[in-house]
């Protein structure tokens, strides 16, 4: 496919998970891709060597989003490397094994913060100074800011505050032709989802799909693709959530 053949991708957190599959899906749709990864050296070489197996082009660059100037510092990197910036993807995302009010430490919830809201409103600020006309912004969320359970109050917060993010810069880009979109995911099988909740909990939830299975990461990715292509031009503002039906 070469949908996205000359443009240039940032994707946070593309070393596992849903961030690889989506730098994946955009390298075989045409895009030279940069992502970023906290610390697995390994994993990151491994998603460039299987998207260049494929003919695809994907340079990872390590950025621990806890860090403060770590995002600006990754986008300064990628625009050096790609020449340009046509698509950025905020995936990646720090949580913690769910922690009641009473327990959550300041620390805790300051990294959570910024990891996932702070970090991608400088990737989104720095878009918004050099991106390209026609760009599109993609911001990954979750299911649990309409659907909250107990124990995820900062996780929830980091991704209610992104989801506005995504809002408003729609609306101050849109003069642009760049569109500014959210997918929130549902239960989908990755590391994080397993590292967070009981093995119980995971083997009860297929059930509450209608299509009776747990997400994969390239089911997220596909509406990615979508969103950063030519075909979802008239969506902006949206949050689109890629649950398998589980609300």
Known sequence: MTALKGKSAVVTGGSRGIGRAVVERLARDGARVVFSYASNAAAAEDVERTVGLAGGEARGVAADFTEQGAAERLMETAMTLLGGLDILVNNAALAFTPTPFAQLTDEQFDQVMGTNARSPFHTMRY????????????????????????????????????????????????????????????????????????????????????????????????????????????????????????A
Not at 136 to 150: A, Y
Not at 182 to 207: I, M
Not at 229 to 244: F, S
């Open 127 to 246: 878009a918004a100074r050099h991106m390209g006309d026609g760009g599109r912004i993609i911001n990954i969320s979750t299911l649990n800011t309409v659907r909250p359970s107990p124990g995820i109050a900062a996780y929830a917060a980091s991704k209610g505050a992104l989801e506005q993010l995504t809002a408003v810069a729609a609306m101050e880009l849109g003069a642009r032709g760049i569109t500014v979109n959210t997918v929130s995911p549902g239960a989908t099988d990755t590391e994080l989802l397993r590292g967070t909740n009981p093995a119980a909990a995971l083997e009860r939830l297929p059930a509450r799909t209608p299509l009776r299975r747990l997400g994969e990461p390239a089911d997220v990715a596909d509406v990615v693709a979508f969103l950063a292509g030519p075909d979802g031009r008239w969506l902006t503002a949206q949050n689109v959530r890629a649950t398998g039906g589980l």
